[in-house]
């Protein structure tokens, strides 16, 4: 299993939405703060990002600037834009609930830009193109090819910032012995998985294998194995009418009663509360990181 893939798919609430966004110089947009994350791609001209606590960022033709938090913004154009100049603007979000973010989502900075330079992953800009192209000439299956194309765009953009970063979740998903662990995990939580059987799929003793996965994860492997189980057990209450029953056994719980005493010891609400909350969108409280 795809640990990235997981991961947002854990914490995504909703479908993802994206529009053109145009613009005459002058303008000053102030965009308030969103559940989940925001994007915006500069398709035509240039245009200034104004985080709420950091200097303005410039913005050309290419750049893709993303906030995971969908933090308040601005947008407004550069001041050596000639008047009646024209920007245009691919943005969009993707609901997620930040309060049950994967601890590989919590590692993102509140702004995220990846300018448009040489050797940045060509998918990102197919990504790209072929959104500009679905939001241009809609065509049959628009309702379809909208929501997977974003969610192509998130996965590349995610893609090229791991591939960047020297540390953290990056280093844990480049180890061999700690993402053969975690595919493993992800693949069968169901499994009563040891350190021992985890490290061998690594090739490494229990103790190396410990270690090393404490190191680069944050926390042991079989707390890790514990908090993705309930996560995926969140998940499925949100997004399932599958009984409790059915959940247990999926997440490696005996029984419901098992399952039901370590879901309310880590998120504070019995299972039922929890899905009555997430049905009625109100926020419940989420899993120790």
Same mark, same amino acid.
Request: with cysteine; charged share 20%; glycine share 10%.
């Given at each position: 299993?795809?640990?990235?893939?997981?991961?947002?798919?854990?914490?995504?609430?909703?479908?993802?939405?994206?529009?053109?966004?145009?613009?005459?110089?002058?303008?000053?947009?102030?965009?308030?703060?969103?559940?989940?994350?925001?994007?915006?791609?500069?398709?035509?001209?240039?245009?200034?990002?104004?985080?709420?606590?950091?200097?303005?960022?410039?913005?050309?033709?290419?750049?893709? @600037?993303?906030?995971?938090?969908? @933090?308040?913004?601005? +947008?407004?154009?550069?001041?050596?834009?000639?008047?009646?100049?024209?920007?245009? $603007?691919?943005?969009?979000?993707?609901?997620?609930?930040?309060?049950?973010?994967?601890?590989?989502?919590?590692?993102?900075?509140? $702004?995220?830009? $990846?300018?448009?330079?040489?050797?940045?992953?060509?998918?990102?800009?197919? #990504?790209?193109?072929?959104? &500009?192209?679905?939001?241009?000439?809609?065509?049959?299956?628009?309702?379809?090819?909208?929501?997977?194309?974003?969610?192509? $765009?998130? +996965?590349?953009?995610?893609?090229?910032? +791991?591939?960047?970063?020297?540390? *953290?979740?990056?280093?844990?998903?480049?180890?061999?012995?700690?993402?053969?662990?975690?595919? @493993?995990?992800? #693949?069968?939580?169901?499994?009563? =998985?040891?350190?021992?059987?985890?490290?061998?799929?690594? *090739?490494?003793?229990? #103790?190396?294998?410990?270690?090393?996965?404490?190191?680069?994860?944050?926390?042991?492997?079989?707390?890790? +194995?514990? =908090? =993705?189980?309930?996560?995926?057990?969140?998940?499925?209450?949100?997004?399932?009418?599958?009984?409790?029953?059915?959940?247990?056994?999926?997440?490696?719980?005996?029984?419901?009663?098992?399952? @039901?005493? #370590?879901?309310?010891?880590?998120? &504070?609400?019995?299972?039922?509360?929890?899905?009555?909350?997430?049905?009625?969108?109100?926020?419940?409280?989420?899993?120790?990181?």
């Amino acid at each position: 299993m795809d640990v990235l893939s997981d991961a947002v798919t854990a914490a995504r609430t909703g479908r993802p939405h994206a529009g053109r966004v145009i613009r005459k110089t002058p303008f000053a947009d102030s965009v308030p703060a969103g559940e989940g994350a925001a994007f915006h791609v500069v398709l035509q001209g240039s245009c200034l990002l104004l985080p709420p606590d950091a200097e303005p960022v410039p913005l050309t033709v290419g750049d893709v @600037a993303f906030l995971p938090r969908a @933090a308040a913004h601005g +947008l407004t154009a550069c001041p050596s834009a000639p008047p009646g100049g024209t920007t245009v $603007l691919l943005s969009g979000g993707c609901p997620m609930d930040v309060d049950r973010a994967h601890p590989l989502l919590a590692e993102l900075p509140e $702004l995220l830009h $990846l300018p448009a330079k040489v050797g940045r992953d060509p998918g990102l800009h197919a #990504a790209v193109d072929l959104l &500009g192209q679905e939001l241009d000439a809609p065509g049959p299956g628009g309702d379809a090819a909208l929501p997977a194309l974003l969610d192509l $765009l998130l +996965l590349y953009l995610l893609r090229d910032w +791991l591939a960047g970063r020297p540390g *953290g979740w990056a280093a844990a998903l480049r180890d061999p012995a700690v993402a053969a662990a975690l595919r @493993a995990v992800h #693949a069968d939580p169901a499994r009563p =998985w040891s350190v021992e059987e985890l490290g061998r799929r690594g *090739g490494l003793s229990r #103790a190396a294998f410990a270690r090393r996965f404490a190191a680069l994860v944050g926390r042991p492997p079989l707390a890790y +194995l514990t =908090w =993705w189980r309930l996560t995926t057990a969140a998940r499925l209450l949100r997004d399932t009418d599958a009984p409790l029953t059915a959940i247990a056994a999926q997440v490696g719980y005996g029984s419901e009663p098992a399952l @039901a005493h #370590a879901f309310k010891r880590e998120y &504070g609400l019995a299972p039922g509360a929890y899905r009555r909350a997430a049905t009625t969108r109100t926020p419940a409280p989420a899993a120790r990181p």
